[in-house]
């Protein structure tokens, strides 16, 4: 049987789909992962059937044509470019070459045609979210979350406006590219999502319970097991010199923005990171890109460029990063307390969920960071309380076992799945 999984975005967005995947081929499915060409080379590296979409998504970032959304409303044009038009086009084509020949289609929701090409070929799709997007009154959308909150009702609609919003942000190639290919558009085309909802065809989302709990009105096929992560790092190798820094001192403070940072900037960023570090007199491991320049290694900073955060977090005393999905859980689940920096889009709503379960400070807009806030917050994080708060999430979010139980869950969909 063969699975195949459209995992659109940044490594971020990326990697919980690999977590998945390894679950899914201890379980004896073939797995096939279409990523960006970014990400071709770890794909592979677990020894998955790579399939490419096209655009180095790293690159497409660090040029500034996708901008970050510090709105809810910037969010949904944050994508909508003519410069991107005609790659977008043929990433939808590139998705739809990867599906070919799959048993069923699990896909990121900014891959909508995974649905529509899962109900042509009569196979089951399964909507893998890294982030909660089904309506509930219980709490606000996630791009609306950091925002003035005015109850259930209006809850309940945040969640209406996002997830329209959405659905029309991630179409717009997708309708060019299937007119060009078939003359019209497929066969009940709306909104893909509410219709994920059904034992055939549900929704999984790569979300802790213990972060948010599982609202009591979603439906019944919509499921939350935990967070999905790559568990095994034991190949992990780091570098001698790494391991020797993490050897010779007290707990570093991880700092590092994913693909997200300004590198125009990144100067600016170093040296206001230095300086709190110098006021707080923490050692630090500073990953480099992302907006932070790679300097030269001392006795207290050790630059690096790419670590899994699963295997490094661990041995830090707090983790100071952007506010991605992907990087907010690897720090719960490796219970150390988190200072975030959003820059933009949900980064917003992890930094005050943090905040909110005592276990990071409170989050520091990009816009307004400087070298005393960022100070103040890193000492927040060393705090007994924050410390313990951290660690005590910590193992729930590891009990989890979310990228398990939702690969059960798909295997148990394909082998009764009846069209």
């Known amino acids: 049987m063969l699975v195949t999984m459209l995992a659109s975005g940044t490594r971020g967005d990326t990697q919980p789909y690999i977590a998945l995947g390894l679950e899914l081929k201890k379980l004896g499915m073939d797995v096939r992962i279409a990523a ?32 970050e959304a510090d709105n809810p409303f910037k969010f949904f044009s944050s994508l ?25 289609i699990v896909y990121h929701p900014g891959s909508p045609l995974g649905y529509f090409v899962a109900k042509e070929m009569g196979i089951p799709s399964i909507l893998a979210s890294p982030f909660p997007m089904v309506p509930t009154n219980e709490y606000p959308a996630i791009i609306f979350y950091d925002k003035v909150r005015l109850g259930k009702l209006s809850n309940k609609l945040t ?124 050692r630090a491991i500073i990953n480099a890109g992302g907006g932070m320049e790679e300097r030269a290694n001392t006795k207290d900073v050790f630059f690096v460029k790419s670590v899994p955060h699963e295997w490094l977090f661990p041995y830090m005393s707090a983790v100071v990063h952007h506010g991605g999905a992907g990087t907010t859980a690897a720090a719960l689940r490796s219970g150390v307390p988190q200072v975030i920096i959003p ?42 309380s924050v410390q313990e708060n951290a660690r005590q999430l910590g193992k729930k979010v590891l009990a989890e076992n979310g990228a398990q139980k939702a690969a059960q869950l798909i295997v148990e969909i394909i082998k009764n799945y009846q069209p």
């Not at 909508?80 to 048993?103: I, S, T, Y």
């Not at 007119?179 to 893909?192: I, R, S, V």
């Not at 917003?348 to 379960?357: I, S």
């Open 159 to 282: 969640h209406l406006v996002f997830e329209k919003g959405f659905w029309k942000m991630a179409n717009t190639g997708f309708k060019r590219y299937w007119t060009e290919k078939y003359g019209k558009l497929p066969e009940g085309f709306t909104n893909p999502y509410p219709k994920q909802r059904t034992k055939n065809n549900p929704t999984i989302v790569s979300l802790s319970p213990s972060v948010f709990p599982v609202p009591k009105d979603w439906p019944e096929h919509v499921h939350s097991f935990g967070n999905w992560f790559i568990e095994d790092q034991k190949d992990y190798q780091p570098s001698e010199e790494l391991q020797k820094f993490l050897e010779d001192g007290d707990a570093p403070i991880y700092v590092g923005f994913g693909s997200v940072g300004d590198k125009k900037r990144a100067k600016e960023s170093t040296d206001m990171v230095l300086e709190s570090l110098r006021a707080t007199g923490k």
């Open 36 to 67: 960006s060409e970014s990400y071709q080379g770890l794909v592979e590296s677990y020894g998955f059937e790579y399939a490419k979409i096209r655009g180095d998504v790293a690159k497409i970032i660090e040029s500034g044509v996708v901008k």
């Open 80 to 104: 909508k470019n003519d410069d991107l038009m005609d790659l977008m086009v043929g990433a939808q084509a590139d998705q739809h070459k990867a599906c070919e020949g799959a048993d069923a």
């Open 343 to 384: 820059f933009g889009n949900d980064q917003f709503a992890w930094g005050r969920r943090m905040n909110e379960l005592g276990v990071g400070a409170k989050a520091i807009p990009r816009k307004e960071l400087t070298g005393e806030k960022l100070t103040a917050a890193i000492r927040y994080t060393q705090t007994n």
